[in-house]
């Protein structure tokens, strides 16, 4: 267990809909990554906050948006959801925003139908 | 461009014995940090381990170690003594400033009995 939590495990929706991914870092942690792994891909770096801010931008589509918030969750948004967004997300967690290590949460299975 | 290349999709190594799993990356950057990640069935993603690009020694940690040629650009992984639960998609990957990860596409490690 890395401490990092996400919620939910699983998501079923339909094309053109929105949903929110949460996650909770690890206690002490600052920074929060977020990634995409499609099917037997690697992993899409997706966007990073820092205490609340946003610190760097990976490819990350414009129908995407995430937030960090006071108490150190961060929650990923996607909206007009398509086929080709179905994937495992996940979400990491560091101290800072050095080259220390990320650690994972489980992900979340999205399924858009 | 900054990418990270794993040329062997699949790799099969017999239980006890050793393999080694390669990576590539490209970068400009002279301060950056790599890693190598493993991704067991469960999909956790779980850190395997971890190098300072400045650190000339190579990382070792238990069976695990890697084999860094800064200057060809290299990071393999060897494992030695290879277990049943070593069986994984193994990611190779690094961060550059301010904030980038980049990984791979992945390498699927087969444990035979």
């Known amino acids: 267990d890395s401490g990092v939590t996400q919620t939910p495990k699983h998501l079923i929706t339909a094309t053109g809909q929105r949903v929110t991914l949460r996650c909770s870092p690890r206690?002490?942690?600052?920074?929060v990554y977020w990634y995409q792994q499609s099917l037997d891909q690697g992993l899409q770096f997706l966007i990073q906050?820092?205490?609340?801010?946003?610190?760097a931008k990976g490819n990350i589509l414009e129908r995407f948006s995430a937030q960090q918030f006071p108490d150190l969750h961060s929650e990923l948004n996607l909206s007009s959801l398509e086929l080709g967004d179905s994937a495992l997300y996940f979400c990491?967690?560091?101290?800072?925003?050095?080259?220390?290590?990320?650690?994972f949460g489980p992900g979340t299975r999205l399924l858009v139908l | 461009a900054q990418t990270v290349t794993q040329s062997q999709p699949e790799m099969s190594v017999q239980e006890a014995e050793t393999v080694t799993l390669s990576c590539t990356y490209d970068?400009?950057?002279?301060?950056?940090?790599l890693f190598w990640y493993k991704q067991p069935p469960s999909r956790q993603m779980i850190l395997v381990i971890r190098?300072?690009?400045?650190?000339?020694q190579n990382a070792t940690e238990n069976r695990f170690s890697v084999n860094f040629q800064k200057a060809a650009k290299s990071f393999s992984l060897k494992i030695s003594d290879s277990q049943l639960g070593d069986a994984a998609m193994y990611f190779c990957?690094?961060?550059?400033?301010?904030?980038?990860?980049?990984f791979g596409t992945g390498t699927r490690l087969k444990v035979l009995a």
């Open positions: 206690s002490g942690d600052l920074s």
């Open positions: 906050y820092y205490n609340g801010e946003e610190r």
């Open positions: 970068t400009s950057e002279s301060d950056y940090y």
């Open positions: 990491a967690s560091s101290k800072q925003t050095g080259g220390e290590t990320q650690y």
């Open positions: 990957a690094y961060r550059i400033p301010p904030y980038k990860y980049i």
């Open positions: 190098q300072e690009a400045y650190k000339q």
